[in-house]
C-alpha cells in the first residue's frame, strides 16, 4: 500500500519536500515498511539526499525509534534502579538489597516505616507513601506520631530541627522507656 495523504503530510513537517518525497518513491520507498528496510537514517540521507536531521527525525518517526533526546528532555526509564550512593544504574537483574557494582554499597538501603511499620527500599513506604526517616531517627518520628503530627509533616519536622532540639527529643524517648 502506497504511502497515505497523511504519511506524507506527516513526512512534510519532519523536513521533506515533495522534490525529496518524489526521490524516495523513485528509490523504492513507496510505503512506511520500507523505511525498516533502509535502516537507518544515514542511509536514508544518502538514498533521498536528505539532510542528516532531516532524515533523522524521519527514521524516528517512520521506525517507532524515539530520536535522541534534546536538551532538557526527561527520558523515563521505569526499570532503572540507580544506586543511592554513587547514581550507577543497576543491572537488570538487581534485587532489593543487592550491593552496587560500582561502589559496593547496598544500593537501595531497606528503611522501616515509621508510620506503618512496614519495611522497604527508597524514599518512599510503598505500603501507606510516607516518606522514609534516616534509621537513626525512627524513634524521634514515631514520638512525633503520637505527638499527633501528620504523616508528611514529620520527615520535614525531623529535617528541619538543630542538634539541640534533637537532643530534647531524644531525652523524651529515654524517658519513655
Not at 166 to 177: D, I, M, N, Y
Request: glycine share 10%.
Amino acid at each position: 500500500m502506497p504511502l497515505s495523504t497523511l504519511e506524507k503530510n506527516i513526512l512534510k513537517t519532519k523536513g521533506l519536500t515533495d522534490a525529496q518525497l518524489a526521490r524516495l518513491t523513485k528509490a523504492g520507498v513507496t510505503r512506511k515498511a520500507d523505511f525498516a528496510v533502509v535502516g537507518d537514517a544515514a542511509t536514508l540521507s544518502k538514498l533521498g539526499g536528505l539532510p542528516p536531521e532531516v532524515a533523522a527525525a524521519v527514521m524516528a518517526w517512520a521506525t517507532g525509534a524515539a530520536a535522541s533526546p534534546g536538551p532538557g528532555t526527561i527520558v523515563v526509564d521505569s526499570d532503572a534502579v540507580t544506586c543511592v550512593h554513587c547514581g550507577a544504574k543497576q543491572p537488570k537483574d538487581y534485587h532489593s538489597g543487592d550491593l552496587c557494582p560500582a561502589c559496593g554499597k547496598q544500593a537501595e538501603p531497606t528503611f522501616a516505616c515509621f508510620w506503618c511499620g512496614h519495611s522497604g527500599p527508597g524514599k518512599y513506604c510503598r505500603s501507606c507513601g510516607a516518606e522514609f526517616v534516616a534509621t537513626g531517627e525512627l524513634e524521634l518520628a514515631l514520638l512525633l506520631k503520637r505527638d499527633g503530627l501528620p504523616k508528611d509533616e514529620i520527615p520535614r519536622r525531623l529535617r528541619g530541627l538543630s542538634a539541640k532540639e534533637k537532643e530534647a527529643l531524644w531525652g523524651r524517648v529515654r524517658k519513655a522507656r
